[in-house]
């Protein structure tokens, strides 16, 4: 699935006429098949960008097109037909009080439109088993176990589960590791990046880790202020190390500040 923005913008009213613009005319194309990485500081529009695209919030100007087609004005249960997306903590995207193997029977029936119809049958524990087993965290053998008894690190690899079981047309992740300890984030990022590549999912992950941005994926978008100030692949992310991408950060920066001023850089 293909994914275009076009001079979508946000803002957040404050209180009288004061605003706060969270996103700022953005235009942004993510062919299908393509794993694109999100990076910038706190308030740089990161998250508000994802909740444009999933329907949690709705754009005061612009079009989101999903496959060429106009879903700006659909509502965000519309879109997730289409859309998954696994948020940065564990605790959300699962329900505690269900085993692992209810929630992903749930996850399931959601995605194709059903009722709460199917048992849970030696096929599905079977299939739920091996979504689970390649993560390493030994959840396929905790099928059974309630949610609430799990680690975080588990929780979070039962969420992306959940999202990819029958894989969606686009990936939402919002900083999906962060909460993680650095070992098993490195588990649940090889996992990741083995679902969207093989079931070709298009993938837009959000992340504060500049060593993941610049491992994975084919594209890294730098954003501040609402708007995106650096967008790199194939030679020139390959090229970047985290001292670089500071650097071209930083000039692009100067560049619109100066432009802002009507000065030439």
Aim: aromatic share 2%.
């Amino acid at each position: 699935m293909s994914l275009s923005l076009d001079q979508v913008s946000v803002a957040f009213h404050r209180g009288g006429a004061d605003e706060r613009v969270a996103l700022d005319s953005v235009t942004l194309t993510v062919p299908e098949g393509q794993f694109s990485i999100v990076i910038g500081s706190n308030g740089a529009g990161k998250s508000t960008l994802l909740n444009a695209v999933s329907g949690v919030v709705a754009p005061h100007a612009g079009r989101i097109a999903i496959d060429g087609e106009d879903c700006t004005a659909w509502p965000e249960h519309r879109r997730a037909r289409r859309i998954a997306r696994v948020m940065q903590d564990p605790m959300r995207g699962t329900l505690p009080a269900l085993t692992v193997e209810e929630n992903l029977a749930l996850a399931e029936m959601r995605s194709h439109g059903r009722g709460l119809a199917p048992a849970l049958t030696a096929r599905r524990r079977a299939r739920y088993a091996e979504a689970l087993a390649f993560v390493g965290l030994g959840l396929e053998e905790r099928l059974a176990s309630r949610v609430g008894l799990l680690s975080g690190g588990q929780r979070q690899v039962l969420a992306l589960a959940m999202a990819v079981l029958d894989p969606p047309r686009l990936l939402l992740l919002d900083e999906h590791c962060a909460a993680l300890d650095p070992r098993t984030a490195e588990r649940v990022m090889d996992a990741t990046l083995r679902a969207a590549q093989s079931a070709c999912i298009t993938t837009l992950m959000v992340t504060h880790n500049m060593q993941h941005a610049i491992a994975f994926g084919d594209r890294v978008l730098m954003m501040d202020a609402g708007a995106i100030r650096l967008d790199l692949a194939g030679e020139a992310k390959r090229a970047l190390t985290v001292e670089t991408l500071i650097e071209r950060f930083r000039l692009a920066d100067d560049k619109m500040l100066l432009a802002a001023r009507g000065a030439t850089p």
